[in-house]
């Protein structure tokens, strides 16, 4: 269910309440992972100064 096409829902109009909840999930992980990378990048500049 992952496509980086649109706001997450792909070409479907319609979901369903769980896969609306499994799709938030799953943007809320990578929004995770992102932010962690961001941080690590921080400490290595921080550490690079």
């Keep these: 269910m992952d496509c980086e096409c649109?706001?997450?829902?792909?070409?479907?109009?319609?979901?369903?309440k769980e896969?609306?909840?499994?799709?938030?999930?799953?943007?809320k992980t990578r929004l995770e992972k992102e932010a962690k990378g961001v941080g690590e990048a921080i400490d290595r500049l921080?550490?690079?100064n």
């Design 46 to 48: 921080k550490k690079n």
């Design 19 to 27: 896969e609306k909840v499994e799709l938030l999930e799953e943007y």
């Design 6 to 16: 649109g706001p997450g829902y792909g070409f479907r109009n319609f979901l369903t």
